[in-house]
């Protein structure tokens, strides 16, 4: 048996470039003609589901599972199915569990429970149609189908290795240690994909042997799926690690491509290998399909050069909003770069605008990702500088913790002293000894007063600090302005309040 030594020792002869012979071939879909038809219409990434991740395709390509949290107060949580026809509704099969993964026949799902039964982690099956009482198979996480529909690879912390899971007699068979988690089993049920601290991404025989060092990129964390043909794997990172969605050749040595802007999670292949589905992983939560042919073009697409999309899928009303909304980003992205400048720091150049028809809020900003709200717009139609706020996040671009009354001042001074014009008395102030953590237009205002009157370009150093990480804390305004932040906020108040 090969323990995890081996593992890494083996990696040590496949640093040269190598080839794998993979034999599978994809298995044919045999959609309805609904979701024939929804699939065809997909040309750009769609979002299916809502408060939903860790989705994973159905053999015949109909429908897909997914998990919703438990924890969750809007909808209740359990493992779903969603029939692909852009109708249904989602099914509800369990209570409970995460990770699920459909058998290649069609008629199981496993998943992982926690705290049931006894054990942190266990491995459940039940039928795809929610009919009977899910089944217990034993502890594990992380559940991947050996080909064959009656046996499992999982993770087994107990054993710190692979086990071989047995669903009707429950016999376990270890496989090999294993050095990772997350184990992504190939459709043929003999190779896996790990990553290795500083190295990149490795696949292997499932006994450690063959190991082919497929990409010397380190990554941060790997969630991963193989295509149906076995020769890609899509993979992304940890929810939060901040990740895009990779392609890889699982095949050879090379280096993985992009292919999408967010920081999108939890890949799984159709069974033609034509579409792929993943999660937004926190905060949002939504099940995404993307067309791998639309994939692939995003990793042409130059990182370098500017570039706006807009997606009003699902609110192709507001249309002519979005589209005014899109130009006031061309028009504004330079500009702001140029007001809050960092000496070589990179600001991401390609934006994605976007309505969301469900939640009550105004917008939010995800990386690249700027989401509004369309109730919001139909009911403050003339609020278009809202997307100037979030466009300001979009070039903040903090990687690092920054306090969010800052990270919201900052953006608030830009749009309404810069960009809408406001006067300094426009600006709303509070009695308060903190109130300059009262963030948005207070903050702002706050800002503008600092600006015009006592530290021109603080600003921009404050926003410098914020993007490299190295903000003091509250001491920065007295290092810059020779007063303590709590005493400018005095004297910014005694000036308002005798201005009024």
């Known amino acids: 048996m090969k323990t995890a030594r081996h593992f890494i020792l083996a990696l040590g002869l496949s640093i040269a470039p190598a080839f794998f012979a993979y034999s599978a071939e994809p298995q044919p879909m045999k959609p309805d003609d609904a979701v024939s038809a929804f699939l065809q219409g997909i040309k750009e990434p769609v979002r299916v589901a809502t408060q939903a991740a860790q989705a994973y395709w159905s053999p015949d390509g109909n429908s897909i599972c997914f998990t919703r949290k438990p924890d969750n107060q809007d909808v209740p949580g359990g493992v779903f199915t969603l029939r692909l026809d852009g109708e249904s509704a989602p099914v509800r099969v369990t209570e409970s569990g995460k990770d699920p993964v459909w058998s290649p026949d069609g008629q199981w799902i496993a998943y992982v429970d926690e705290a049931k039964n006894g054990v942190p982690q266990s491995i459940w099956v039940t039928d795809a149609a929610g009919e009977k009482q899910p089944e217990f198979i034993g502890s594990g996480g992380y559940p991947n189908w050996f080909p064959d529909s009656e046996s499992l690879l999982v993770y087994s912390p107990e054993d710190s290795g692979l086990l071989k899971v047995n669903i009707k007699t429950k016999q376990r068979e270890k496989v090999t240690d294993f050095p990772y988690p997350y184990p992504c089993l190939s459709p043929d049920g003999k190779r896996v994909a790990f990553p290795v601290s500083g190295r990149g991404v490795i696949t292997s025989n499932l006994d450690g042997s063959q190991a082919i060092l497929n990409s010397s990129t380190p990554v941060s964390s790997f969630l991963g799926r193989w295509s149906p043909d076995g020769k890609r794997l899509a993979f992304g990172g940890f929810p939060g690690a901040g990740m895009k969605l990779y ?119 995800g990386g690249t990702r700027i989401s509004v709200f369309s109730g919001w717009v139909k009911q403050h139609p003339d609020d278009i500088g809202l997307v100037f706020h979030e466009l300001v996040h979009v070039v903040q671009h903090y990687t690092h913790r920054a306090p969010g009354w800052l990270t919201e001042g900052i953006a608030d001074y830009l749009r309404w002293a810069i960009f809408e014009g406001k006067p300094q008395d426009w600006f709303p102030y509070s009695d308060k000894p903190d109130g300059y953590r009262d963030s948005y237009r207070v903050t702002g205002g706050f800002f503008l007063w600092l600006e015009t009157d006592r530290a021109p370009g603080i600003v921009k150093k404050l926003n410098t600090a914020l993007r490299l990480g190295n903000y003091p804390g509250e001491e920065f305004f007295e290092r810059e302005t020779g007063m303590s932040v709590r005493d400018l906020w005095a004297e910014y108040l005694k000036e308002r309040k005798t201005a009024s």
């Not at 692939?296 to 697409?301: D, F, G, N, R």
């Not at 500009?335 to 400048?341: S, W």
């Not at 600001?347 to 309505?355: D, T």
């Open 247 to 365: 392609v890889l050749d699982a095949t050879t040595t090379g280096e993985p491509a992009a292919i999408t802007e967010e920081s999108w999670t939890r890949p799984a292949w159709s069974p033609d290998g034509l579409y792929i589905v993943c999660d937004s992983g926190a905060p949002g939560y939504e099940v995404w399909i993307t067309p791998v042919s639309a994939a692939h073009a995003k990793t042409e697409v130059d990182e370098n050069v500017f570039g706006v999309t807009l997606d009003v899928s699902q609110a192709p009303e507001l249309e002519d909003w979005g589209n005014e909304a899109k130009q006031l980003i061309e028009d504004w992205y330079g500009r702001i770069c140029n007001l809050i400048p960092t000496k070589d720091f990179s600001v991401p150049k390609r934006i994605r605008l976007r309505f969301r028809s469900e939640g009550g809020g105004v917008a939010e900003t």
